[in-house]
């Protein structure tokens, strides 16, 4: 079976597990949500997929953490940058039919079980959906400056530089250098150093 992933929102939201007939349609455009086995969201997408589940890992971008080499050999470059789950071990899932039974899915490959409210499986609105899929976007639209934790006004120490573990506070961003106002010898003096020189204090 060829497996693909189609990421579509939903319409409605069921009221409670007694709905009446009415509502059937409402509860199979609702998404469930499951709880992956430790860094196995990915894995257990693949395989709700190709039981013909539709799916939607919500991913978003952030900065690379550089090894040591890579901060030493290469700090003039822009920082590479990664997509990571936004809500680790978990993601979002929902029959493709009113037909299909997600009972498959406690068992695919991959998936821990399904979230629960009490006795209740969880399901979401297809309105938090929709505003988890803009706010994924508007994140991985951004650049550098817009994604890194290294904000003005925030206080930060260096390291892996001679004044390896002085502090002080982030004046301006881009994406290869940020500007640090510091005092050293009793003077205010402004610093540049790339993003992989610094950790939030």
Known sequence: MLCK???HPTDDFPKAATAHAATLQDRSDSWYVV???????????????CQEFETYLPLFK?????????????DALEPSTVYEPMFPRYLFFKPA???????????SRGVQGLVTFGAELAMVQPNVVRAIRELEAERN???????TPFQ???RVRLRDTALEGMEGVVHAVGAKRVVLLMTILGRKKTLKVTHGQLELV
């Open 5 to 7: 992933q189609d990421r």
């Open 35 to 49: 709880y992956t086995k430790p860094r196995q969201e990915s894995v257990a997408e693949f395989n709700l997929q």
């Open 62 to 74: 952030v900065i690379k953490k550089a090894a040591l080499a890579d901060r030493q050999t290469q």
């Open 97 to 107: 039919n009113q037909r299909q039974s997600i009972a498959a899915a406690r068992s």
């Open 141 to 147: 639209s951004a650049d550098i400056t817009g994604i």
């Open 152 to 154: 003005p006004g925030r």
